[in-house]
């Protein structure tokens, strides 16, 4: 360790020995460690062992079509109404943001509703449509029908699920993509439009690149939240995977081995969607930052391949020749 210059009144040459710090102790640490793995071991093995468990149904059911089939659905649910929800989200975000006021209380209104109701009751809604409304039909003054159609036919559970999903989701991806334009200070805009550029070629080169950086981070939140929400298409008979793994333990009463099914797959996609958004946020944050953080297999490299050689340890001081005549 480096040692200071000699202290006053002390002979010259010589200097005081090198402080030896001792690392502070955190028993406290240990102990709440030991409390915590305790606590999960104990109850890892109260559910591995329970008596009416059978984890051969889960291994047997982990697999199986029915299940593979839901996790397809599950998957069709969510790209559909995410497509739908980032959409109609541009959209309802410009419409808060023009300077029209009837434009912008119609975003806002909409936002208001869709994001104050349950999404499974606006799934039940959707669903069970065709009660009061049988038929669906366009017609133009004058009597001429440009469209007629059943309810039941135009909307199918499915369509139901999908409605519901989407247009829940357009009312937070609005306030996500508004909140996103609006953090690009105003005063870049107005440089851009000084220099001559369209407005779209502001938006397109100026704003979004850094609305981007607000805008990626909530919306994988909102794609892995739909994910599991999708779940609620149950309600609307939808055969996704929440449905299928309850249609299963209704047939063999195996309740909670299909749930921890569902758990494990629900589980593995959302872990990849979890990735997905790390790279693509890793994409967006260029500019921002000297140096890119590394990415997990990077880490994981390091990790392995990389020794730091220890601290060199403080050896003794050669004295300094005496500087008094």
């Known amino acids: 360790m480096p040692v200071g210059p000699p202290l006053p009144g002390s002979p010259a040459g010589l200097r005081p020995e090198a402080i030896k710090a001792i690392p502070v102790r955190h028993p406290w640490r240990w102990v709440s460690t030991v409390v915590v793995v305790a606590i999960v071991a104990e109850v890892i093995y109260i559910f591995v062992t329970a008596p009416g468990m059978s984890w051969g149904a889960v291994q047997q059911y982990l697999f199986g079509r029915l299940i593979l089939q839901g996790i397809v659905v599950t998957l069709e649910l969510t790209v559909l109404a995410m497509v739908i929800g980032v959409v109609l989200g541009v959209v309802m975000a410009v419409m808060r943001l023009s300077p029209n006021p009837v434009v912008s209380w119609v975003s806002w209104f909409y936002i208001w509703f869709f994001r104050g109701t349950p999404v499974l009751v606006q799934i039940f809604f959707w669903y069970n449509l065709a009660s009061i409304l049988p038929h669906i039909a366009l017609s133009i ?17 499915f369509t139901a699920a999908i409605l519901g999903l989407g247009l829940n989701e357009a009312a937070y991806m609005a306030e996500i993509v508004r909140a996103g334009l609006i953090s690009v200070e105003h005063g870049q805009t107005e440089a851009a439009q000084a220099l001559g ?29 739909m994910l599991k929400t999708s779940s609620l298409a149950f309600v609307a008979t939808v055969p996704e995977l929440f449905t299928r793994q309850e249609q299963i333990s209704n047939a063999n009463f195996d309740v909670i081995e299909l749930a921890i099914v569902a758990s494990i797959w629900y589980l593995a996609m959302t872990s990849i969607l979890t990735v997905g958004q790390y790279y693509v946020e890793r994409y967006f944050a260029r500019g921002t930052q000297r140096e890119l953080p590394l990415t ?7 990790m392995l391949f990389t020794f730091h050689a220890p601290p060199p340890q403080a050896g003794p001081v050669p004295s300094l020749p005496s500087q008094h005549p």
Not at 141 to 157: E, Q, W
Not at 296 to 301: D, E, N, T, V
């Open 141 to 157: 003054p004058g009597g001429h029908v440009l469209f007629h159609a059943s309810t039941n036919d135009l909307i199918s559970p």
């Open 197 to 225: 550029m369209t407005r779209l070629l502001v938006m397109r080169r100026i704003v979004l690149p850094q609305a981007m950086r607000v805008i990626v981070p909530p919306t994988g939140n909102e794609t892995i939240s």
């Open 296 to 302: 997990p297999l990077q880490r994981f490299r390091r």
